[in-house]
């Protein structure tokens, strides 16, 4: 091993003041036998903080403290000095109480933020929390250390940060503990808080990966298993997963070849709770050395009925559609029906029905489902083909457009995208806002060259009931405080866009949710590089707003720019929300570019639990969007 291992394992069961759980520090006793007898991890390397119930049988081969808030404050802390090496694996694995609370300035101004609840999480009149912004920061400095930070939160509102609970024997417990509105002392910084809470600002980190139990406005469960033994689900699953894995694999072990398989067990368990994983897929797990670049593909899962596939229309995935099914190998897809791709495929999967998130499916022909398996549209529906035009018409483009399962030829007044060709012999991309590109004042989508036209191969817009703004930041430094809310003018429209501005200004995004009900918001932007690239998502409650910030951090905005020297460009920016809770739409992301596209690179090596009582039924689904372009001009 290049490197040495600093694992924190953070266990609490038995809580000063009340809020007992039971499942904990069996969590991390699970992990510990995990890490030192499979991984060989040397016990000398790992720091454990536990406070078990009294009487509760438990690890004792590796000396423990108290959870308590210094302690585990100094833990980190630690983690975060030259102790901590550039080829050594920071591992920490939290299991306990989360909370939500209102957080007040003392001037007025009330934020709900997230916590991890320490032993002595109250001390007279004093509430003792280990909050986002402080947890963020921790964390930020030991990435500051070394490439390769793991942490695991299994407890509620962990997506934010938490766990709930409910004395109901049947259902477990929730790991989530009440917490009163708090007044912090006068002078508080907040500027390190992260808008969403613990996972998602810690998963902003590049060198973090971070797994949470569910998203920030749910609640992670624990119950007893099989043999009577009470876990939280996520650590469950995870233990399940990973002690199907040979111990010789686990150096190697990547968690795009387990996290599917952990998502559906916790699912399973809890429909609502929906687990979160940040980072790339292609990272490992527990090993040294360098990551994959991975392509995550959809989830597909084996049900009575055939297949369950998590991408529906949304993702273009409907009726008739064809999903090719892979194993975790090659980590990065091939080329599309290339021989590659073919010799990879284990079979394919026709979709019969589909939803907005989800789809099910049957085999065209039987065969074996792979072991963690990832679904990749192989053939569209004939509703989700992008429909294209040609102007003027040519025999041999259009001949190659029909042999394309993704595109449908259509009239110039059908078309969502029109091929104009330019008068190098040059085919544009053009619609509504960009055109040629042979004025240079005009913003080009993409041009496929006369010699490339075997390149031409391939969303739909979702009726608005959001509203998406954006606000001009200015030259100002903003206070996490006032960027809860900011109180910011509205960026200027433009003649050619609904928004224009320049390289280098600074802005952010607003998505208010007029709706009576609570909606989950991804923000996207689907710049002029071709790449689309997911800004933020949050649960945003109903009749309520929320500004989005540059790697959720308050006050950090998004600047301005442009790809290579081009003079203008084009940023469409969409919100996309649905009242359903446990989807993310992180799959969406694309980080190839129209270049990419048409002159393809050598690939490198290759996140509460239910409250007791009558089970609530599914709330019905919905989704809306809202989108907007903003045209970037540089201004020399």
Not at 103 to 131: I, M, Q, T
Not at 481 to 506: K, T
Not at 572 to 597: C, D, G, K, M, W
Request: glycine letters at 10%; aromatic letters at 6%; proline letters at 6%.
């Amino acid at each position: 091993m290049a490197g040495r291992y600093h694992v924190l394992l953070i266990g609490i069961d038995a809580y000063d003041g009340g809020g007992m759980l039971t499942g904990c520090v069996n969590d991390i006793d699970a992990v510990q036998r995990l890490l030192v007898d499979r991984v060989g991890v040397p016990r000398a390397q790992i720091r454990r903080l536990a406070a078990p119930r009294t009487g509760a049988a438990h690890e004792t081969d590796v000396a423990e403290e108290l959870p308590l808030l210094d302690t585990m404050r100094a833990a980190l802390e630690r983690l975060g000095t030259n102790e901590v090496g550039r080829e050594d694996r920071v591992f920490i694995y939290y299991s306990g109480h989360g909370t939500q609370c209102i957080v007040s300035d003392g001037g007025g101004r009330r934020f709900a933020r997230e916590a991890l609840l320490p032993k002595d999480k109250k001390r007279g009149l004093e509430n003792r929390l280990l909050f986002d912004w402080d947890l963020n920061t921790l964390i930020a400095r030991i990435a500051t250390r070394t490439s390769a930070v793991t942490v695991v939160l299994d407890c509620c509102n962990s997506g934010g940060a938490t766990r709930d609970f409910d004395v109901t024997e049947t259902k477990g417990l929730d790991r989530f503990w009440p917490t009163p509105e708090i007044t912090l002392a006068a002078g508080a910084d907040l500027s390190a808080g992260s808008v969403r809470g613990v996972a998602s600002a810690l998963g902003s980190l590049q060198r973090c990966q971070v797994i949470a139990a569910c998203r920030d406005d749910e609640r992670a469960r624990e119950s007893a298993g099989e043999e009577g033994l009470s876990n939280g689900e996520l650590t469950r699953a995870l233990i399940a997963r990973l002690s199907a894995v040979p111990a010789t694999e686990l150096q190697n072990l990547r968690w795009g070849r387990i996290w599917r398989g952990v998502e559906a067990a916790v699912r399973d368990a809890n429909p609502r709770q929906s687990p979160w994983l940040s980072g790339r897929f292609g990272r490992r797990v527990f090993g040294f050395g360098p990551d994959d670049d991975t392509d995550p593909g959809y989830a597909v899962a084996e049900v009575p009925t055939g297949y369950r596939v998590d991408a529906g229309s949304l993702a273009g995935v409907t009726v008739d559609a064809e999903i090719g099914v892979y194993a975790a190998d090659p980590p990065a897809f091939p080329p599309l029906d290339s021989g590659e791709d073919l010799a990879a495929r284990k079979g394919t999967i026709r979709v019969v029905r589909a939803e907005r998130a989800s789809s099910e499916a049957v085999a065209t022909a039987p065969f074996v489902l792979p072991h963690a398996p990832r679904g990749r549209l192989v053939r569209s529906g004939r509703d989700a083909r992008l429909r294209v035009a040609l102007a003027p018409n040519d025999a041999a483009l259009a001949t190659q457009l029909a042999a394309s399962p993704l595109i449908e030829q259509v009239g110039p007044g059908q078309a969502e995208l029109t091929l104009t060709r330019r008068a190098d012999g040059g085919w544009a991309l053009v619609d509504d806002v960009h055109g040629t590109g042979q004025n240079a004042d005009e913003p080009v989508l993409a041009v496929i060259p006369a010699d490339r036209l075997d390149t031409a191969r391939a969303c739909r817009d979702l009726p608005s009931l959001l509203r998406l703004w954006l606000l001009d930041c200015g030259d100002a430094a903003l206070a996490a405080d006032v960027a809860q809310d900011p109180d910011l003018p509205q960026v200027q429209p433009g003649a050619h866009a609904p928004y224009e501005i320049s390289v280098g200004d600074r802005v952010c995004f607003v998505v208010e949710n007029a709706a009576e009900v609570a909606l989950s918001v991804a923000l996207f932007d689907c710049a002029p590089s071709g790449r689309v690239l997911l800004l933020g998502e949050k649960r945003v409650p109903r009749l309520a707003k929320h500004a989005f910030w540059f790697e959720d951090t308050l006050g950090a905005p998004f600047t301005a720019g442009l790809p290579d020297e081009r003079r203008v460009g084009v940023d469409r920016v969409a919100a996309i929300a649905t009242t359903r809770p446990e989807v993310s739409l992180r799959y969406l992301e694309s980080h190839q570019t129209f270049a990419e596209v048409l002159a393809p690179p050598v690939r490198a090596g290759l996140r509460l639990r239910d409250l007791g009582g009558a089970e609530e039924p599914p709330p019905v689904e919905s989704w809306t969007s809202a989108l907007t372009a903003v045209r970037i001009v540089r201004r020399d």
